[in-house]
């Protein structure tokens, strides 16, 4: 089952769980990869930025994602396979398809400038990896300081048919979504998925935009796909309230650095993980951060009860 | 009447006032003037990059200034001298201190890299302007790319008695607050004046970890006087139910570019400017924008009629 | 006299002289405008990076360019006006070219990335200064972080009449100018010229690759127009053996930072300035730096006398 | 055999030699070896950058350290472990120090810009590879945009004893050689190896400064040897001019990207490769560009007849 330009909805960004000694935890990924089923998640990434994924040995990386796989519920797993070469790239697409991924995400080395050398760079990441894998785009320029144009993306997409799926993490980056959106209604480009990340901050707006879903690691995926369902269902306000409830957590979870603590925090708190360890090197939370984190827990509770409640 | 450490508060970061044909609207920056001092606002910054600065000429730029200052109402009004060269950030200060500005703002060129290199600067910085100008250091990494330590900002503020405040706008930056407000309380730094930036986003927990106030251009100056007022009177829920009500719009008003395109169009809507003109170049709203606009400015009156209501 | 597409020949780009108290020292300005003259330079660029711009106010910026073209003996005088915003830029290219210069160079300001953001600050600028001013369109990565592709500077060739120069600095930059040859030979881009910058490190070989000359500030332009003269004469070991003689010094004086140290030293001795001073802030030679030019200049003598010689 | 501070002499950037059909080509590889220990060379370092690192899997970069070791006629062989997290450099470091090499370099990710940052990169870097293992530090500010102070450089030596050496590549970097020396007879810093990088571009004028030696990959390390060998014994004049014979050529191969290919087409043209394949992804030489070398080659031949005679 590979992944195809009609996805939607919602694909988490898995955090990798460690125990206390920097283990990891399967236990506590398997009972992630359940809740994102429950949920109703769509798919789910492993292995990106946020999973720690520089942090593992290669056999360890397997390994995630053998079990993810294992524990899919049906889901599609898509595999960050970013690399400083493309000797490692392909290595890892091979092993991770070979176990049963749906596909890849590719993210751009931050030493990319031109239009031409961002188009290159994913041609020769596709020589590398194989044409019949499907990747996601990763456009994060906050983090990689890479700045995709509309212009650079359409080209990538005409050029490379195993490109199906944009993680479109721009910010701001409403109106590239309308112009990706225009360049498929006018047939100047064939339709791909577009998923969002940059923690979801705009996921609301993203959605009437036209994006497809969420591609991100905010701690409350169960409110993401509702958020999703309300905008699909067309109940605009709802879908706002909600939204708008989680916005402060989300938006603290959302800095550069601490963000991830602040994820597994929550994550351990409402009991999907057994700890919120991550492997060194890490931002810790002091406790001012955790005494902030459990006030924004507190207030959400008043709108959203699965604030305090553990799930599983 | 200059700044000092003791400064608390908002200063609002002033927008310029165009009209359509591009000409300043001194009577829209009177009418922003008496505004701010009626919101409650304690000063008032202009000529900052959210000012426009760079599209005035040299005259244009003094004008400004000098309009600031003689309708202050007794705020004290801070210029932004930052430019390419001493010779200009000098020639800029000696003008405006002229005019009767509180003290200027000085941003690090986005060069820097080592720690110092940042000292040197700013010494070099008030050798040129004199060591009898106050002056704000602006800590902005995501639009400047300089990254200053805790350290290099205690070392600024132990060799520069000039420094008499900071405008916080590192991201992730609680922490931040946190530990210079310890290496005060501790004696290793004297106090300086702390308010926060980018956009306020953060202002709720930043007045929490010990910040003064806020310097920052959000289209509701008045929202961000209320919430200083709160925090200083201990009515903390009042304060986060007031500061998360805004907190989509803004998140809206926040975005890189098209920020100040949102907030003169949400000034002008408030009846504070004639006109949302910016000087070319400029980011514009698209009719998708407007309406996004619109519609978190509708939700937003549910809970602060200031939202749909013309103030002046 | 303005400045067309046919320049060829050496535009030096001069210094700004300074006495020891940092006052412009006007005297050394016109015997170096003498001495560019005697030695065929076909052009003289003021005011650039290495001019010291940042450091002059308006009114001396106006004086040196005016100073610069009042002793030009005929030759075409460009002026750096690269600034922060367009109001300065504009400002600046108004006076100056009421005051007699040939046309102006514009730096891309180190924020650009994407090809359209590149074209486009090019067409604003245009608007900007007016589209009657020829400019220069510099293309130096190494110190403005900014990446011209060869299809960058084609669009804005093509869309912009008064670009009539490129001061090419890229590094490696020999195939770009063979790319852009090619592009006039099939005429998909009209010619412009070509003058190479970067401190001259390549220009033998730039001149064989199609280059119309040099444009830099080496403190032998005497050796540039040498070598380009040679170049067109067809004498292609004597151009080179020249050129190598020289390379030791020039691979010294171009080192970032302390190159216009080492250059203003070199004039110094040369006679050309009568003083090394530069305005604050500045690298200083140190003692084994000024023992290491004196040991290389003492070496280039041996090959070519003008090394120890007063010229003036 | 385990590299310590008191390394000299010259370490060559060992290239990967590979097939026409991008398989390793291990006995081009055992003549480089060769080579480099009857040149006189005292180190080696692989899987550098400039060794295509980053192109070869996991098993390819073990065999090469593996057959390099095997090969090293007593050098002692540096391996560069530089990886975008600790866990594969760790795991990277453990297999090659297991072979035998005597030691890791360590270039320092992108991302870091404050002195905190650095220096708590590297101590991290140690935890991760264990205090046991001795580690180059490479300062290359131009490829990777890190700058260390003069400071920083101290507080890595000093906290770390497993610091033995500097791969010095900073530019302008004379000074910085002059001042950790200083620091050293001050009693400031212990001693450690400064070897230099860069190309060679500055390696007279280096030794001169106090370096010991190079650690660079230019296609005469017979040169690089000779140069050494000439300030150690006093000769000056003889070592400034076989420098400044081999610099037109030095500094053509010094180019960024292009670089590689032109050091490749050299060593294949002495004989030393047997191909100057690259793998994919690389800059490949044009025909223009290879007259240049070949132009470059037969003018050094005048002066050292090694540029044209295979020495193997």
Same mark, same amino acid.
């Given at each position: ?41 769509? !798919? $789910?990434?492993?292995? /990106?930025?946020?999973?720690?994924? =520089? ?5 360890? %990386? @397997?390994?995630? +994602? ?13 595999? !960050? $396979?970013?690399?400083? /070469?493309?000797?490692?790239?392909? =290595? ?5 398809? %070979? @176990?049963?991924? +749906? ?24 020589? =590398? ?184």
């Amino acid at each position: 089952m590979l992944l195809n330009a009609d996805a939607k909805g919602v694909f988490p960004i898995a955090p990798t769980p460690f125990f206390e000694d920097g283990a990891i935890d399967y236990a506590s990924l398997d009972r992630l990869m359940d809740f994102y089923h429950a949920s109703g998640c769509t !798919g $789910v990434t492993v292995l /990106g930025q946020l999973g720690e994924a =520089a942090k593992l040995d290669a056999a360890e %990386a @397997l390994q995630v +994602a053998s079990r993810a796989v294992a524990r899919s519920h049906g889901m599609p797993v898509v595999v !960050g $396979v970013s690399a400083p /070469g493309f000797a490692a790239m392909r =290595a890892l697409t091979h092993d991770v398809m %070979a @176990l049963g991924a +749906a596909g890849v995400m590719i993210a751009p080395p931050n030493t990319l400038r031109t239009d031409d050398q961002i188009v290159t760079y994913y041609r020769q990441a596709v020589e =590398a990896i194989g044409d019949d894998v499907p990747f996601i785009l990763q456009d994060y320029p906050l983090t990689f300081s890479v700045q995709m144009s509309v212009d650079v993306i359409r080209r990538i997409v005409t050029t490379l048919p195993s490109c199906v799926m944009l993680k479109h993490e721009d910010w701001p980056g409403l109106e590239k979504i309308s112009a990706l959106r225009r360049l498929v209604a006018t047939g100047e480009m064939r339709h791909i998925a577009i998923l969002c990340g940059n923690g979801g901050l705009f996921l609301n707006h993203e959605l009437e935009r036209g994006a497809d879903g969420a591609n991100t690691g905010y701690a409350f995926p169960d409110m993401l796909c509702d958020t999703v369902r309300l905008h699909t269902e067309g109940r605009r306000d709802e879908m706002h309230d909600l939204f708008d409830a989680h916005l402060p957590l989300l938006r603290y979870e959302q800095q550069p650095g601490v963000g991830l603590a602040v994820r597994k925090y929550v994550l351990a708190r409402r009991g999907l993980l057994s700890h919120a360890t991550q492997r060194r090197p890490a931002s810790q939370l002091t406790p001012a951060a955790m005494a902030e984190v459990e006030g924004l827990l507190s207030r959400l509770a008043q709108k959203d009860p699965r604030a305090l409640r553990v799930e599983v």
